[in-house]
């Protein structure tokens, strides 16, 4: 689920029409796999009414790529807004980097009331709220962005992401039956697996099936993360090679350096 690369660049670069998401693995390709397309279709849904959306998964199942490119191809990607919370941020903080994603700067009045008034304002123009690793934020900071979505005078569609985002939003009621739609972007099956690395990179197309379902028993386990990382040392190994081909030597080297210390 990632971008394009070019020859002379092998790691780290950053694709424009993904929003920056980082990029370890040159050549690689968007794939639309039944989970993205879902996102696409949610993300646009949500845009399109200003409703509340939940998406959610195991980490490195591919939510934030997935929701990445889905806002990319959304009709006015301008009015996307990203907020970055840090861990367990207090009411006045989430205001404070809200103020910041919607880019008002120093002009946030100091006073509760006539801050929240300023960001209802803010919010009267179509946008597209999006706050990742949203199981970060405990009740009183969900609770005050239900108020802020409930207010008449906003037209913002909120996107809550995270793993275990679905857990926090449960246990705010209010925000939680306010959830128009709840998106789980679920691990690859053994099924698909060799299709979709297949169509995700090129180094994958004269890989043998058997040799992709051993990665996947064996190191892969259906996350794309996972996959993504084996990719970039297969990369990184082939590089400069004419023709290289992936055996099942060089697909155990590369699940040996994901292994980590014992």
Not at 43 to 58: K, M, N, P, R
């Amino acid at each position: 689920m990632a971008g394009q690369g070019t020859g002379g660049q092998v790691f780290l670069r950053e694709q424009k029409h993904l929003a920056q998401v980082p990029v370890l693995v040159p050549d690689a390709q968007v794939v639309h796999t039944p989970a993205v397309r879902s996102v696409l279709r949610t993300v646009a849904h949500a845009a399109a009414v200003g409703a509340v959306v939940c998406l959610y998964g195991d980490a490195g199942q591919g939510k934030t790529v997935a929701l990445q490119y889905a806002l990319s191809q959304l009709p006015h990607p301008a009015r996307v807004r990203r907020v970055h919370v840090g861990v367990h941020p207090t009411v006045p903080e989430l205001r404070r980097v809200l103020a910041d994603a919607l880019e008002l700067g120093r002009r946030l009045p100091r006073g509760a009331g006539e801050a929240d008034l300023t960001l209802v304002n803010a919010l009267r123009q179509p946008r597209v709220l999006v706050l990742d690793e949203a199981q970060r934020l405990p009740g009183p900071a969900l609770e005050f962005l239900r108020g802020l979505w409930d207010n008449p005078d906003t037209d913002t569609a909120l996107v809550l992401a995270g793993a275990g985002s679905e857990r926090a939003l449960r246990r705010v009621p209010a925000l939680a039956s306010r959830v128009l739609t709840w998106e789980l972007v679920p691990r690859l099956s053994q099924r698909e697996v060799a299709t979709v690395m297949a169509a995700f990179h090129p180094l994958w197309e004269d890989v043998t099936a058997d040799d992709v379902a051993w990665v996947d028993e064996h190191m892969g386990h259906g996350n794309f993360r996972t996959w993504a990382k084996l990719t970039s040392h297969l990369t990184a190994e082939t590089y400069g090679k004419s023709r290289a081909v992936v055996d099942r030597r060089m697909l155990e080297r590369a699940c040996a350096r994901l292994m980590g210390p014992l």
